[in-house]
């Protein structure tokens, strides 16, 4: 008795398994990258600091909204990762001028 008992604990045990699916995010993130592949040389670059923003895209009554990264590269260059329709608010220059003072602790006000 104690043995079938102890089968079923463990065929219950394998069976409870949690199967990790990646995210609509992790799948989508090779191909973005790979969009941005011909601006600059990512795969030769460490990155220093990111900025995760939120951009938007007008459509209809309302509006489409969705997560913008900006990815801040070992030799100074900002790589922009956003889905194709969505417009990044901020441009590279004022991107990389934001994450620069963040590393550097300080605080930026825009006019």
């Given at each position: 008795?104690?043995?079938?008992?102890?089968?079923?604990?463990?065929?219950?045990?394998?069976?409870?398994?949690?199967?990790?699916?990646?995210?609509?995010?992790?799948?989508?993130l090779p191909s973005l990258i790979?969009?941005?592949?011909?601006?600059?040389?990512?795969?030769?670059s460490d990155i220093v600091t990111?900025?995760?923003?939120?951009?938007?895209?007008?459509?209809?009554?309302?509006?489409?909204?969705?997560?913008?990264?900006?990815?801040?590269?070992?030799?100074?260059?900002?790589?922009?990762?956003?889905?194709?329709?969505?417009?990044?608010?901020f441009t590279k220059d004022e991107?990389?001028?934001?994450?620069?003072?963040?590393?550097?602790?300080?605080?930026?006000?825009?006019?």
């Amino acid at each position: 008795m104690k043995k079938i008992i102890l089968v079923c604990a463990i065929l219950l045990c394998v069976s409870c398994t949690k199967k990790v699916t990646p995210t609509l995010e992790e799948q989508k993130l090779p191909s973005l990258i790979e969009q941005s592949q011909g601006e600059i040389d990512y795969e030769n670059s460490d990155i220093v600091t990111t900025l995760l923003t939120v951009g938007t895209h007008l459509q209809g009554f309302g509006g489409a909204s969705a997560s913008v990264a900006y990815l801040l590269l070992k030799n100074d260059s900002v790589l922009i990762i956003a889905p194709q329709n969505i417009q990044p608010p901020f441009t590279k220059d004022e991107a990389r001028l934001l994450m620069k003072s963040k590393l550097r602790g300080e605080m930026l006000l825009f006019d």
